[in-house]
Each structure stands twice: as structure tokens, then as C-alpha cells.
């Protein structure tokens, strides 16, 4: 049954009248933050970057930035060891209760975040925890860590146990083989689940909103500004957080291309020494 | 190209972008016959039967069934039907949904649909209990006799089959050869059949049509494809052989580098001003014990001798490159390794491939 | 399975087990006590009633249960449609184009929700990028569709869309294109390929998409703030409320375990149904 041309015409053009939908926010997002007038009306008559030169001025707004910033690096260094064992016991080692603890780690994910982050609230003040952003890095966690697991995991299905096997026949042992066999092969994995632990931190609003306690992320200040009312710095700032985690992609996808390029540039040398 | 034929190919083309998988294809198939194409991988037959079920369009040419032109009928209304290599049963549905699937969408009732499937496993040989059972729970065999139930549900003009058999194992393959072969005798369906084994086209056709680059080579019966091939191309795809560039003069006096003719003037199997290749196939190469002697004598020696079960292959190195010997195991010659040994044939054991180099 | 492989496996689920049974599932327990205290305490030292969950009832909590649920199971089918056509171009059409759109649709999920979310108010306020340019045009403007209950579950759809597409993309690569093409060779029609041959296929994603967006559009709380402008009040928003402003940490209780117990029970059946192994891809 091969696809017409116009199926296919319309399935394309389709695709992109999604994508186009998905960033059509954003858009009016990053006009609304180059507008003078303090009250945003479009069409936009007068344009200024004088909103941008106040964030960055402002102390509130560094705050902000350096509390969100180090919740995001935690929870990306903890994710990425706890991604790392949770996938090989998802994924790789064949033991008693796997299929229970596949089912564990999907839990969160699918939890309610608010009602999570009552409930770590709750938690914390129970066993006597003062809610700061260090919590916040714990709620952040208890969701950003099973998410980083599955995406481990996937690398982790399409790795040859045999390869362990085969070092192991050669006389390695257990942590010699994680160094030498598994870390490496799962790499990418770990590269890609780290992006996303950073980035989902960053974005994230409904676990922050109850467990910072005193302090506060990006997402939250922007939440309580839109909900009291418009102010300027909201869509400036959404554009400087929007800008941020692109700019984060970017790197990362230019990182894994350029060593992907040098990889293949090493190979045909070697071929040509052969 | 006869214009009775049932399903008739005119020059087809088909183009992928700038590679031409199909370089003008003609081919007539009668009714009832067991025709097999079998090429190469990448010879373009499985193009050609995609083309001929409609899952895939022609860029150029036309396909008439029984005077029908078809090539524009989209796969779903056309009389034919195809056994694929995955057999592409569908795993969320019981050995006996599969076989009643195309009923079904003909609005047919449970009942009948029902007394039609189970004659179908009757015809396959399967058991009336395995109409509940579930597809994962068959083995290769079975699932094989069950999308071929599929197919005949259909009651297709055509039948086609897209090398079912290839991931099967020899024996099985074996068994399923004949009964295929049986299975087109009893319903006298038109079975179409493409392959890259060689065996199998030999065991179960009627007619067999060698592919390569997207062409025909030649359409033959099993026979002449096998001891009559048009190029040098069909003789060694065919099985072993055994080659020598000859050439005759204006007279027809035989010319050869390697062979030793015996009487030149009254052997005439290559046209006068011809040249070409002599093909004899390994079977018909003797040993010359002393006295005797064949039309064509070549000299050597043994560099191997190999157990094929039933016969035994050697290998003689001589002048004209290795020559490939086949005896039966009865007649195993009691030689070894380096010994010289002479070889012959007659003349009316080969075949002259003209203009083939 | 051989010993070893049994000893690492537990070995390295320790840290995500250990994470998990402190700060989830003890977590459930305290609000699983809290939800059987009496109103507005703020320690378990009291004697159990369930008052709180007869309040539910009596002061129509479970209207805005009914609401989320009601918009949940609406986006959820508004998605199932939206997101098919997509899914199968991504998962048997559009070869490299598929990478495109993941991309795209992966950093569309980076951004804040709240941005998102902000972003069409903007574009759908009266004054807005639509409707502003839209009068500046032809002169008259018109109603913004903001505040009301579509557009709730039009957010809910615009967020969710992720979750739902790349499930159903998965599953529908799951279906052999031999099963389509042979259906289609036996006389099937189109639809007749879709819905006895793709869509039995392709239910592992299916349900995964669907349980997925249903479960997170249940629990949202941000579309109808943002967007609905509470037009109506989301399950979660009660929820919020009751702990915040209501400082009712037993009823706030009361809700979350009702909201679990759905939630939780929809999501166990749903991935009790479903060999994670095969979806994500195991190669053996």
C-alpha cells in the first residue's frame, strides 16, 4: 500500500502546522518582551530592549537565576548516578523483582506533580525538614530521577550482554566491567538523560511551588507574577529562560556531532595508515 | 510473447529515483502453471512482485490479467494474492480469523466463513483444533500452511509467493517443496513464485524465468534452463559448470586454446564463424581410462575431491583453469591428490552459448 | 537468569528504590494518615475520623473531580485524533523529517509550562497577537475565547500533545508494515486496515498515550489558572487550596487520596496490560 504523494503532502504539511502551533506562544512571548509599553497591546507599536537591561540589573532576578541554576545542576548530577544502576536494573540484569520495580519508577512519573509536592511538603514538615531549595532538589527527584532511568534504559536494551560476558571471560571483574564496558557504551544515554534532568528542573513549576519553602526558581516567580498580574519582566525573563535551555541544546547537539565528526575523521586516518 | 497468456507483462519499467530496479520486463504466465522467477538478491524480483500485487506502481508498461489491464488497480481489488516471506499473519487474531480474514471483509456469514476455513486446514493438512489456536502458538511449518489457507481463502486468480520458504530449515523446506508443488496440482491455481534458490524453482516448476539486473534473462522450462542456458550468466547461476571459449572458422572446423577435439571436422556443435563459449555440466565429464576416448580430452591434475553425499565433486586443475568433475559415489575413483589424470566428454553433452565470453 | 545477574540487578536498583521508598512512598503514607485526621490539625497525634471525606461529598468537592476528570477524558480523545495522523507520518512516512519533529516537539517540553501557557494568553487575549492584529487589519475585533472551559481543555491538549504523540509513534512502528500490506492484498479497504489490522496493533501505544495524557490532564492545575481563568475549578486546584488558603491539611489529604486512588488504579491497570520491554525496544 504505498503512500500517495498527496497523502504524503498532507501529512507533512500537517507536521508542520503542529510544530508551527507549539511555538506560536513562544513567539508572542518574545514580542511581548521587546515592547516599550508597560501594558502589552499587539499590534506592537514602539520596541525597546530596556525590559532585558532591568532583568539583568535586578537582584531578585539574579537570586532567582542562581537558586534555579543550582537545583538544576543537583538534580542533574544525582540523576545521571541513579540513572545509570536504575537502567541496568531495568533494562540489562534479569532479577527477581524487575518487573515490580519497572512498574515503580513509572509511578511518579505519572503522579500528579502538585499533589506530589503537597505531599513532600507534608513529609518534610512531619519529620521536622525545613523546606528550602535543597528539598526542592529532593522533589525534583523523586520525578526527574525515573524519567532519567527510562531514557538510560533505552540505550541500555540495545547493548549486547555479551560484551560483558566477554570481559568478564577475560578475567575482569564486576567494577572493572562497569568502568571499562558498560559506562562507555551507555554514554550517550547518560549524556542525553542529563540534558533532560537539567532542563526539566529548570522548566519545572508544580514541585517547586511547595517545597523551596522561603526560596524561589524561575518558574515559580513567573507563576505568581502572571496569576497577581501582568508585569514586564515576565515574558523577558520567560525569553531569557527559553533562550538559556536552547542555547544548552545547542551545545549539547554540536557537542555530540563534533564527536561524532572526529570519530569518524580518527577511523579514515587509520584506514589510510592501513 | 504469446497474447493469450493470463497474466501478461508489457515492458515494464520501474524507476526509484535514478536507479532502475525493472529495465522493460515482458513475460507471459498461462493459466494453471507453476512459473518461477528466480534471480540473484537485488536482480529486481521482488520489485516485479510487488508490482504484479499492487503494492507498488509501474513508472512505465502495463500488467493485463485475462485481457484485463491491472496495473493501475490499486492491491486491494485486485484477483490476486500474495504469500509473503514474513507470512504476515496477524498476531492478534486465532489461527482460524487469519484463514476467514478475507471473507470476513466480504460480509460473508460466520457460518459460511466458518465451514471454509476449516476445509482450508483440511486441504493444508492441519488438524481441525488448531482453528482456535493462537498464531505464536504454531510452529514454522504450520504458519506457513496457514498463511497459505490465508491466501487460498482469497481464491485468488493468482497466487504469488515471495520466497516463503527461505527462513525455513532444509528439511522442512524439503517437505513443504512437494506439498506446494502437490497443493498447486490439486486446486490448479496459477502459483506464481519467486526465489533465490535455484532447487527450489527446479523441484516445483513448470516454467522458470532467470532474473538479473532488472531483466529476463531467459524463460524456459526446468530442463532447458538448466542444460539449454542463453548466457554464461543463467549456466553458472544454475549450478556448477564447466566453460571453454571455442570458436569454429568459416568451414566449421572447431577452435580451442585448452580442449583437445578429437576429430575437428566431424564434430559440429558450434555454427561455422561463431564464437562462444562449450558448456558441459559436471556430470557428464568422465574419467579417460586407456583405450577409450570423447570427442573433447583435456589433461590434468586432482587438486581436491569433496563428498557432496550422494556424489562425489572433483576438482582438476589444468591448462584452462579448474575443471569441475561430479561421479557418483559407486564409481569414487581411486585416486589422490596431484595425480595427472585425463578428462573427456562428448559432443553431445555440451551446449554452445554463442557470443558469451 | 543466573545469580550474578540477580545480585547486580538488585544491587543497582538500591539508589532509585531507596530515593523512591523515602521521599514517594513515605510521602503517600503521610498523606494517606493526614487524610483520616480531623479538620485543620496539623500533627498525626490525633485520634482517626473521616470526617474529611464525607466533607467530599457534602460540599461538592466532587463536582471539580467531575470537571477534571470530564476535560481529562475530553483532551485525552481530542488528542487520540489529533495525534494519529502525525504518528503515523513520524513512525512509516516521514523518514528524517520524523527526527525534525521529535526535536522540535522535545524542546517544546523544556519550556516552562507556565511560559507556554502564558504565551497564548498573549496570542488569544483581546489585544493580543491574534485579535490585535486582527483589528488593526480589518477594524473590528471580536471576543477572545479565553476563560471558559474549551480553552481549558485546549491547553490541556496543547500540553499534553507530547505524551500522547510519542507513545502512539511508538506503537505504530510496532505494527508490521508485511500485516498492513497482506490485509490490504486480502481486499481490505483502508479504514477495513486501520481498525482491524493498525489500531489492534498499534494498542500498546494507544494505551500508553492515552493513560498517560488522561492521568496528567486529570492532575493539571495550571490551564485552568492560567488560561480558564477558574471558570471552573480543577480537582487539583481544591486540592490546593485546601492546604494552602483553607490550611486543612486533612481534607487537602482527603482529596489527594481520592485523586490517587483513580489515578493510581487507571495507571497500575494500564501498565499491567502493557510489556513495557517490548515498547522500549529490547533487542532480544
Redesign the interface.
Known amino acids: 500500500?504505498p503512500?500517495s504523494l498527496s497523502?504524503?503532502v498532507v501529512?507533512?504539511f500537517?507536521?508542520v502546522v503542529?510544530?508551527f502551533?507549539?511555538?506560536?506562544?513562544?513567539?508572542?512571548?518574545g514580542?511581548?518582551s521587546i515592547s516599550k509599553a508597560r501594558y502589552?497591546?499587539?499590534?506592537i507599536k514602539r520596541y525597546s530592549t530596556k525590559w532585558y537591561g532591568e532583568a539583568v540589573q535586578s537582584s531578585t532576578v539574579s537570586e532567582l537565576l542562581t537558586t534555579s541554576l543550582w537545583v538544576a545542576i543537583l538534580v542533574t548530577i544525582v540523576s545521571i548516578?541513579?540513572g545509570f544502576?536504575?537502567a541496568?536494573?531495568?533494562?540489562?540484569?534479569?532479577?527477581?523483582?524487575?518487573?515490580l520495580?519497572?512498574?515503580?519508577?513509572?509511578?511518579?512519573i505519572?503522579?500528579?506533580?502538585?499533589?506530589?509536592g503537597?505531599?513532600?511538603?507534608?513529609?518534610f514538615?512531619?519529620v521536622g525538614v525545613i523546606p528550602s531549595w535543597k528539598t526542592a532538589v529532593?522533589?525534583h527527584?523523586?520525578w526527574i530521577?525515573?524519567i532519567a532511568?527510562?531514557i538510560v534504559?533505552?540505550r541500555a536494551?540495545?547493548f549486547d550482554p555479551a560484551l560483558e560476558e566477554a570481559a568478564r571471560d577475560m578475567g575482569a571483574g564486576?567494577w572493572t566491567i562497569l568502568r571499562e564496558v558498560t559506562l562507555p557504551l551507555l554514554m550517550p544515554g547518560l549524556i542525553s538523560a542529563g540534558l533532560f534532568a537539567f532542563?526539566?528542573s529548570?522548566?519545572?513549576?508544580?514541585l517547586s511551588l511547595?517545597t523551596t519553602g522561603a526560596d524561589s526558581t524561575?518558574?515559580e516567580w513567573?507563576?505568581a507574577k502572571?496569576?497577581s498580574g501582568y508585569s514586564p519582566l515576565?515574558?523577558t525573563l520567560?525569553v531569557m529562560?527559553?533562550v538559556g535551555?536552547?542555547l544548552l541544546?545547542l551545545l549539547a547537539l554540536t557537542f555530540s556531532w563534533l564527536i561524532r565528526v572526529n570519530r569518524e575523521s580518527r577511523t579514515t586516518q587509520k584506514q589510510k595508515i592501513l | 510473447m504469446s497474447e493469450k497468456a493470463f497474466l501478461h507483462l508489457k515492458d515494464i519499467v520501474k524507476k526509484f529515483g535514478n536507479f532502475t530496479a525493472l529495465d522493460g520486463v515482458d513475460l507471459g504466465i498461462h493459466k494453471g502453471e507453476f512459473f518461477t522467477i528466480v534471480g540473484p538478491s537485488g536482480s529486481g524480483k521482488s520489485t516485479l512482485i510487488r508490482l504484479l500485487?499492487?503494492?507498488d506502481d509501474v513508472t512505465t508498461g502495463e500488467i493485463h490479467l485475462n485481457g484485463k489491464r491491472i496495473d493501475q488497480t490499486?492491491?486491494?481489488?485486485?484477483p490476486?494474492?500474495?504469500v509473503?516471506?514474513?507470512?504476515?499473519?496477524?498476531?492478534?487474531m486465532s489461527v482460524g480469523q487469519n484463514i476467514e480474514?478475507?471473507l470476513k471483509?466480504?460480509k460473508e456469514s460466520p457460518a459460511a466463513r466458518r465451514t471454509r476455513a476449516l476445509e482450508l486446514l483440511d486441504l493444508l493438512r492441519l488438524p481441525q483444533e488448531y482453528y482456535d489456536k493462537r498464531i505464536s502458538q504454531c510452529s514454522g511449518g504450520e504458519k506457513q500452511r496457514v498463511a497459505l489457507a490465508?491466501?487460498l481463502a482469497?481464491n485468488p486468480e493468482i497466487l504469488f509467493f515471495d520466497e516463503p520458504l527461505s527462513a525455513l530449515d532444509y528439511r522442512l523446506r524439503k517437505t513443504l517443496e512437494k506439498e506446494l508443488k502437490d497443493l498447486h496440482a490439486r486446486t490448479g491455481k496459477t502459483f506464481v513464485y519467486i526465489t533465490h534458490s535455484l532447487e527450489e524453482a527446479m523441484v516445483m516448476s513448470d516454467r522458470i524465468a532467470i532474473m538479473k539486473d532488472g531483466c529476463i534473462e531467459q524463460v524456459a522450462v526446468a530442463d532447458e534452463i538448466y542444460g539449454k542456458p542463453v548466457s554464461r550468466f543463467v549456466a553458472e547461476f544454475m549450478g556448477e559448470v564447466n566453460l571453454f571459449p571455442i570458436s569454429a572458422d568459416a568451414k566449421g572446423t572447431l577452435l580451442s586454446d585448452f580442449l583437445l577435439v578429437k576429430n575437428c571436422l566431424e564434430v559440429n556443435v558450434v555454427p561455422p564463424n561463431a564464437q562462444g563459449l562449450l558448456m558441459v555440466r559436471p556430470e557428464y565429464v568422465r574419467f579417460v581410462n586407456d583405450g577409450e576416448s570423447y570427442d573433447f580430452n583435456l589433461s590434468g591434475q586432482i587438486h581436491g575431491e569433496y563428498a557432496l553425499g550422494s556424489r562425489i565433486q572433483y576438482e582438476i586443475e589444468t591448462t584452462a583453469g579448474i575443471i569441475t568433475v561430479e561421479k557418483l559415489r559407486e564409481d569414487r575413483l581411486n585416486a589422490s591428490n596431484g595425480d595427472a589424470v585425463t578428462v573427456g566428454f562428448n559432443s553431445n553433452c555440451t551446449h554452445f552459448i554463442c557470443d558469451a565470453i | 537468569?543466573?545469580a550474578l545477574?540477580?545480585?547486580?540487578?538488585?544491587?543497582?536498583?538500591?539508589?532509585?528504590?531507596i530515593?523512591?521508598l523515602i521521599?514517594?512512598l513515605?510521602?503517600?503514607a503521610?498523606?494517606a494518615l493526614?487524610s483520616v485526621m480531623p479538620a485543620k490539625v496539623?500533627s498525626?497525634a490525633n485520634a482517626p475520623d473521616f470526617s474529611s471525606y464525607s466533607v467530599f461529598l457534602s460540599q461538592g468537592y466532587y463536582k471539580s473531580l467531575l470537571w477534571s476528570l470530564g476535560m481529562a477524558l475530553a483532551s485525552t480523545c481530542i488528542l487520540l485524533l489529533?495525534c494519529w495522523?502525525?504518528a503515523?507520518?513520524?513512525a512509516?512516512?516521514?523518514g528524517r523529517?520524523t527526527l525534525v519533529?521529535t526535536i522540535?516537539?522535545v524542546?517544546?517540553?523544556?519550556?516552562?509550562?507556565?511560559?507556554?501557557?502564558?504565551?497564548?494568553?498573549?496570542?488569544l487575549m483581546k489585544?493580543?497577537?491574534i485579535?490585535?492584529?486582527w483589528r488593526?487589519f480589518t477594524g473590528n475585533g471580536f471576543d477572545s475565547p479565553l476563560y471558559g472551559v474549551g480553552i481549558i481543555v485546549f491547553g490541556l491538549v496543547?500540553v499534553y500533545?507530547p505524551f500522547m504523540l510519542f507513545p502512539l509513534a511508538q506503537g505504530i512502528a510496532m505494527v508490521?508494515d508485511?500485516?498492513?500490506?497482506?490485509?490490504?492484498?486480502?481486499?481490505?479497504?483502508?479504514w477495513?486496515?486501520l481498525w482491524?489490522?493498525e489500531i489492534?496493533?498499534a494498542a500498546p501505544g494507544i494505551v500508553v498515550g492515552s493513560?498517560?495524557s488522561f492521568?496528567?490532564a486529570?492532575?493539571?492545575?495550571?490551564e485552568s489558572?492560567?488560561l480558564g481563568g477558574q471558570a471552573v475549578i480543577a480537582f487539583?486546584d481544591d486540592?490546593?487550596t485546601a492546604?494552602t488558603f483553607g490550611q486543612n491539611?486533612p481534607l487537602?489529604?482527603a482529596l489527594?487520596i481520592i485523586?490517587?486512588a483513580i489515578?493510581?488504579g487507571l495507571?497500575?491497570f494500564g501498565?499491567?496490560k502493557v510489556d513495557?520491554?517490548a515498547i522500549?525496544?529490547?533487542?532480544r
Open positions: 500500500m503512500t497523502t504524503r501529512l507533512y500537517y507536521g503542529i510544530i502551533l507549539l511555538y506560536l506562544p513562544l513567539v508572542s512571548v514580542f511581548a502589552l497591546s499587539f499590534p548516578v541513579i544502576f536504575g541496568l536494573a531495568f533494562a540489562r540484569y534479569q532479577w527477581r523483582y524487575r518487573t520495580f519497572q512498574k515503580l519508577i513509572l509511578l511518579p505519572f503522579f500528579p506533580q502538585t499533589v506530589l503537597l505531599a513532600l511538603l507534608m513529609w514538615n512531619s529532593v522533589a527527584l523523586v530521577a525515573p532511568t527510562l534504559s533505552i536494551y540495545s564486576t532542563l526539566l529548570w522548566g519545572n513549576f508544580p511547595f524561575l518558574p513567573l507563576y502572571m496569576v515576565v515574558p520567560g529562560s527559553v535551555s536552547f541544546i | 500485487v499492487g503494492m490499486p492491491a486491494n481489488l485486485r490476486t494474492c500474495m509473503f516471506q514474513s507470512l504476515a499473519l496477524f498476531p492478534h480474514f478475507p471483509l466480504r490465508r491466501a482469497f | 537468569m543466573n545477574d540477580r545480585k547486580l540487578g538488585f544491587l543497582s536498583s538500591l539508589p532509585l528504590t530515593l523512591l521521599s514517594f513515605a510521602p503517600m503521610v498523606v493526614f496539623f498525626l489529533l495522523p502525525l503515523y507520518g513520524m512509516k512516512v516521514f523529517f519533529i522540535a516537539v524542546m517544546s517540553l523544556f519550556v516552562s509550562e507556565n511560559i507556554r501557557l502564558f504565551g497564548w494568553v498573549l496570542t489585544g493580543g497577537l485579535e490585535g492584529h488593526a496543547y500533545l508490521p508485511d500485516t498492513r500490506q497482506a490485509a490490504y492484498d486480502l481486499g481490505a479497504t483502508r477495513q486496515v482491524q489490522i489492534p496493533l493513560l498517560l492521568v496528567l486529570a492532575g493539571a492545575l495550571a489558572k492560567i487539583a486540592i490546593e492546604f491539611w487537602g489529604s489527594s485523586m490517587i489515578i493510581g495507571a497500575l501498565v499491567s513495557l520491554d522500549m525496544g529490547r533487542k
